[in-house]
């Protein structure tokens, strides 16, 4: 009687799967058609170039920092913005969606403007010992590019971990005798890991395909500034597809891998989690004593 | 009850500082500083430059790609997000990868996807000669590439309210004598309106702020096929500044607004 156990409409499926095959999986096709019959060998040969070697470990070593700073600060971000009241609270918090909303050339030009040999902290960093700090057109204006465009990701995967975390639990350990640090990584820290590290994962896929504002920012530099991305872009503008499709296929690679390894990862937490005994049991005691 | 937010102590004074200031570093005051910029030589200097001609058709161009790519991810993600969220598919693990791919993967590979499907060594070059078709540095092959750049927001959002709404209502309506498209429009739409209109104003963001996989699509040719955000590119490369803030200014703070309300909106129908 359940219509949800009714097979699933032919015309449903059609729509759905023409939709998916001709945007997504077609595209895809195309680089790996292309990828192959250009040739492995060509392929290969493609990484004896030093640009692309270059590109690609910059680019993995930036989003690498980029993912390290941003698990610091984006769970001490959503920590403040969860636990304490002050003014201007809610500015902060609406502020944290703003690189996901405005568009990366944008976000690249408010760090050009500001951080620039012309802009206002640019000038002060260029006045010190009249040499000055190379942050546009150089790597540390990159790592604040992506640093902006990446801020949601940790942020918002801990904030609602955090919201339902239970601050009684920490009261209790500190009752019991538990020093600051005690209580910090025995009880605040275990349930945060996993969301801290999703959000360090999205951050990871994200820096590692940014061009707008990295290109905006740090321009084109071969073996300076030219990130992956922006590498894949000057090999198409000069013709030289199959080192554009030899990166892209490792970028796609690094892609997959990490959603799928995440993928895995969700399952295990989840799995682990609804088994461990001290996260909602201990909690429903605490709350009958308070 | 408990001792949330009533002791703040230095402990949390400091952790507040440190927060806001970091916030305030890498984005409340390059925010401030580019709005400054757009507008420190007055509102006639701000609107001059999107008013000639390069300006006014990259803008167009934009809401075009914008109005195309909202209009087919809604009519073809709708029926999508049916699919997944109201019957059992055992491809949806399938389907949920293939809808992380355009977040995964950087905006020119997506382009680059594009390029060799349609472009000039492209894998339908042939069939495209013969019916003198150009999709390539053309709008066409720039609604596609904003299109897979945009896709996944609708279904994400429409799929989770789906589920959770389930099939009574269409099925009270059915039983009541309603065809399957008065109860499309009647009964589910309302249903799942909120959640649909968050995702079509997330896909407006992004078609709108897209710039690597147009660019490479487009060939970036100046008062052609230059969008908004080729636009602020092309006058930075020129140093006109004054274009690149009006024109940045613009589009960055009409996307955000526009999530803005309508997030806001949203929360509270939830709630």
């Keep these: ?290 | 009850m408990l001792s949330k937010n009533k002791k703040l102590g230095v402990r949390g004074v400091v952790l507040i500082i440190i927060a806001t200031g970091w916030i305030c570093f890498i984005l409340f005051f390059p925010l401030l500083v580019l709005v400054w910029e757009a507008f420190k030589h007055g509102i006639h200097a701000f609107l001059l430059p999107l008013l000639n001609p390069e300006a006014k058709h990259a803008i167009k161009l934009t809401i075009i790609i914008t109005l195309s790519a909202v209009g087919i991810n809604t009519l073809f993600g709708l029926p999508l997000a049916f699919l997944i969220g109201r019957y059992r598919t055992r491809m949806r693990a399938l389907i949920d990868s293939l809808l992380n791919l355009p977040l995964a993967v950087s905006p020119v590979v997506a382009g680059l996807m594009f390029l060799l499907l349609f472009g000039r060594e492209g894998i339908f070059r042939g069939i495209l000669d013969k019916g003198g078709i150009e999709i390539v540095f053309r709008l066409p092959g720039m609604i596609l590439a904003t299109v897979f750049v945009s896709l996944p927001f609708v279904v994400r959002e429409v799929v989770p309210v789906l589920e959770e709404v389930g099939w009574k209502q269409e099925e009270s309506a059915w039983t009541l004598g309603a065809g399957w498209l008065r109860t499309f429009f009647r009964v589910t739409v309302p249903q799942i309106r909120w959640g649909l209109i968050y995702g079509m104003t997330l896909t407006t963001a992004r078609a709108m702020g897209e710039f690597g996989a147009v660019m490479v699509v487009s060939g970036n040719i100046i008062g052609k096929t230059q969008t908004a955000t080729l636009h602020i590119n092309q006058a930075l490369a020129d140093f006109d500044y004054q274009s690149a803030y009006s024109c940045s200014f613009l589009i960055g703070f009409v996307s955000f607004f526009i999530i803005l309300i309508v997030q806001k909106i949203y929360t509270r129908k939830k709630s």
Aim: proline letters at 6%.
């Design chain 1, 1 to 290: 009687m359940r219509i949800t156990k009714q097979k699933t409409p032919f015309t449903l499926l059609t729509i759905s799967w023409l939709y998916l095959g001709f945007f997504i999986v077609l595209p895809l096709l195309a680089l790996i058609v292309k990828g192959v019959e250009s040739g492995p060998e060509n392929l290969l040969e493609s990484f004896h170039d030093p640009h692309l070697l270059f590109a690609l470990r910059l680019t993995l070593i930036i989003s690498l920092i980029v993912t390290g700073i941003n698990i610091l600060t984006g769970t001490l971000v959503a920590w403040v913005l969860v636990r304490y009241d002050f003014p201007g609270k809610n500015i902060i918090d609406a502020l944290i969606d703003v690189p996901f909303a405005i568009p990366t050339v944008v976000t690249g030009l408010m760090i050009l403007t500001v951080y620039g040999p012309h802009g206002v902290v640019g000038d002060f960093f260029g006045g010190i010992g009249g040499r000055g700090i190379e942050v546009i057109f150089g790597k540390p204006g990159i790592l604040l590019a992506l640093l902006v465009v990446t801020l949601p990701f940790v942020v918002r995967s801990v904030q609602p971990v955090l919201i339902v975390q239970n601050p009684s639990l920490e009261e209790a350990a500190e009752t019991l005798g538990a020093s600051r640090l005690q209580t910090f990584f025995r009880v605040i820290l275990p349930p945060v890991i996993p969301s801290m590290l999703t959000g360090g994962a999205l951050s990871f896929t994200r820096s590692l395909g940014e061009f707008g504002s990295v290109v905006v920012v740090a321009g084109n530099i071969p073996m300076k500034t030219q990130v992956a991305s922006v590498y894949i872009y000057a090999q198409i503008e000069s013709g030289n597809m199959t080192g554009a499709i030899a990166l892209s296929l490792v970028l796609l690679g690094f892609a997959v891998a990490i959603l799928g390894f995440f993928k895995l990862f969700e399952n295990f937490v989840k799995k682990t989690m609804s088994r461990s005994k001290y996260s909602e049991g201990s909690e429903v005691i605490l709350e009958k004593k308070c």
